[in-house]
């Protein structure tokens, strides 16, 4: 039982291609990375099946998809190729706490999340006033404050600038706007790219002043069932699990608990 490395995502996916394909909602972190990640990995048992896979992307942090706890232990007494110990690391919550265990090196959580998974869409009720559209190309400048503010909400340091982001959501008709009962954009969800059947809903935000009125909940329904519709086989979101509300939301819209992920950073 081992841990090998690559750093070339067709070498990745043709040695996990089996566990990829098996449980892309488990895997859905690195089935996004994949393709930018610095660093790929896949864990082994003696048979050769392989059950554990992550992705190191910049700045150097270790994201888990779906790994046994063994493998985990095994990679903090092992460590990544290089030597490297990252300051940082994510995945699923068993996953996570038995790698920062292993390392014997101090460590505190920073966030924790759940991973959802569309069933039976519901629709809002009460229904939102207004509707949902697809953005185009002069939405990129609102979109693109409206992401900056998204990004300083969660935690993370907001880029100087997401044209460039926003536009490729845009131009491939994976952004939504909710436009109010005068017509304004009053809200905006997107989904990622469709890999192994799988897509995620990111990006639900309403700015303050339009918040309590229902249209985050309908553009997020609008957006999934979009989705669906385009032929994704499982439409995934995250939530914080600090963020009582939106855990609710997201239940009542359909959403069911996949599993539970935890993101820790070393202090020592």
């Known amino acids: 039982m081992t841990w090998s490395f690559t750093d070339s995502a067709a070498a990745f996916r043709a040695a996990a291609a089996g566990h990829l394909a098996a449980d892309p909602a488990r895997n859905t972190a690195v089935l996004t990375l994949m393709d930018t990640a610095a660093l790929l990995g896949w864990w082994a048992e003696a048979d050769g099946r392989v059950t554990g896979v992550l992705a190191v992307a910049p700045p150097g942090v270790p994201a888990f998809g779906a790994v046994p706890e063994e493998a985990a232990r095994a990679l903090a007494r092992g460590g990544l190729p290089g030597g490297a110990e990252p300051a940082e690391v994510r995945g699923e919550t068993a996953a996570v706490e038995a790698y920062a265990e292993a390392t014997g090196r101090p460590w505190a959580p920073t966030v924790r999340m759940r991973l959802f998974r569309l069933g039976e869409p519901v629709p809002p009720d009460p229904a939102p006033e207004g509707r949902a559209r697809v953005a185009d190309e002069t939405d990129v400048p609102l979109v693109a404050a409206w992401t900056r503010d998204f990004a300083a909400a969660i935690g993370d340091e907001p880029a100087e600038d ?19 009962p005068d017509g304004r954009p009053v809200s905006m969800a997107a989904v990622s790219r469709a890999i192994e059947g799988q897509a995620r809903v990111h990006l639900v ?35 914080d699990l600090a963020n009582p509300t939106s855990n609710a939301l997201y239940r009542r819209l359909g959403y069911r608990p996949v599993t539970d992920h935890l993101g820790v950073r070393f202090t020592g």
Request: proline share 4%; hydrophobic share 40%; glycine share 14%.
């Open 162 to 180: 997401y044209t460039g982001f926003v536009t490729e959501r845009i131009s491939e008709g994976r952004l939504l706007l909710w436009e109010g």
């Open 205 to 239: 935000h309403t700015p303050p002043a339009e918040r309590r009125r229902g249209y985050a909940a309908g553009v997020t329904d609008a957006v999934g069932r979009a989705a669906l519709d385009g032929g994704v086989a499982q439409v995934l979101l995250f939530t």
